[in-house]
């Protein structure tokens, strides 16, 4: 009798630890999920267009770059702060980049995406949104968007022409920090010559074998960096300056 309550309890706890053990390779299963699905769900997460097209995959004809710039440069005009493009990277098979500075200053203003098949014009996600001090998230445009409409549509005008934000680090700094970081890459990627300085952060354009091939942030102050990896293949840099 003893040996049989003896062998029920051995297979209670080994039922219990079976249990116990698949609820655990569970949870670490689907954290494991979330980490590869992270950044798709990041654009819906921020409230942006999901229903981007694989380019090389439509059959459609993709908007010009001129007729890109013309909606850009509408988007912009509603900024009190007189904007301009500064450079587009043109991607294969993700929405295209504009970079935008400030006309007076020449100081990187904003980061924007642009859908190639509906024009739609977006605030790139990432260092834009959450290290930009001015035009961002946390800056005085973009905690207005956040408590209504606005942060998402191009008719602000808001004045933050009195903000003016200098970064701890300097360039050298923030360049050494991004080396570093594409070293321990292992990718034989390296920072490029050009770059833009925002209010609050860098972002260096990244070349693999003397090509252009991506690019990446430094924060300004922190040192972190944060590296864009929601481009798709680079097909062109157009430098407007």
């Given at each position: 009798?003893?040996?049989?309550?003896?062998?029920?309890?051995?297979?209670?706890?080994?039922?219990?630890?079976?249990?116990?053990?698949?609820?655990?390779y569970?949870?670490?299963?689907?954290?494991?999920?979330?980490?590869?699905?992270?950044?798709?769900?990041?654009?819906?997460?921020?409230?942006v267009?999901?229903?981007?097209?694989?380019?090389?995959?439509?059959?459609?004809?993709?908007?010009?770059?001129?007729?890109?710039?013309?909606?850009?440069?509408?988007?912009?005009?509603?900024?009190?702060?007189?904007?301009?493009?500064?450079?587009?990277?043109?991607?294969?098979?993700?929405?295209?980049?504009?970079?935008?500075?400030?006309?007076?200053?020449?100081?990187?203003?904003?980061?924007?995406?642009?859908n190639?098949?509906?024009?739609?014009?977006?605030?790139?996600?990432g260092?834009?949104?959450m290290?930009?001090?001015?035009?961002?998230?946390?800056?005085?445009?973009?905690?207005?968007?956040?408590?209504?409409?606005?942060?998402?549509?191009?008719?602000?005008?808001i004045?933050?022409?009195?903000?003016?934000?200098?970064?701890?680090l300097?360039?050298?700094?923030?360049?050494?920090?991004?080396n570093?970081?594409?070293?321990?890459?292992?990718?034989?990627?390296?920072?490029?010559?050009e770059?833009h300085?925002?209010?609050?952060?860098?972002?260096?354009?990244?070349?693999?074998?003397?090509?252009?091939?991506?690019?990446l942030?430094?924060?300004?102050?922190?040192g972190?960096?944060?590296?864009?990896?929601?481009?798709?293949?680079?097909?062109?840099?157009?430098?407007?300056h």
């Open positions: 009798m003893k040996k049989t309550n003896l062998i029920l309890i051995v297979l209670g706890v080994v039922l219990i630890g079976g249990g116990l053990l698949g609820i655990i569970s949870q670490l299963n689907q954290r494991d999920v979330q980490k590869t699905t992270s950044f798709n769900n990041i654009r819906g997460f921020m409230g267009n999901t229903q981007y097209r694989n380019i090389s995959d439509s059959e459609e004809e993709v908007y010009s770059i001129e007729e890109l710039k013309k909606e850009v440069e509408s988007y912009i005009e509603n900024y009190k702060t007189p904007l301009e493009i500064s450079d587009i990277f043109v991607f294969s098979d993700s929405e295209y980049y504009f970079s935008i500075i400030e006309e007076e200053t020449q100081r990187g203003a904003m980061e924007l995406l642009v190639p098949y509906t024009k739609e014009i977006y605030p790139e996600y260092p834009n949104m290290w930009n001090l001015k035009y961002g998230m946390h800056g005085g445009i973009g905690r207005r968007g956040m408590m209504g409409r606005g942060y998402y549509d191009n008719d602000l005008a004045d933050n022409d009195n903000i003016s934000i200098d970064n701890d300097t360039y050298e700094q923030a360049m050494n920090e991004a570093d970081y594409l070293i321990k890459t292992g990718e034989a990627l390296e920072v490029g010559e770059y300085e925002f209010y609050g952060y860098y972002t260096f354009h990244v070349v693999k074998d003397d090509n252009p091939y991506g690019m942030s430094v924060n300004g102050y922190t972190e960096v944060w590296y864009h990896n929601w481009h798709g293949e680079l097909i062109e840099i157009i430098e407007m």
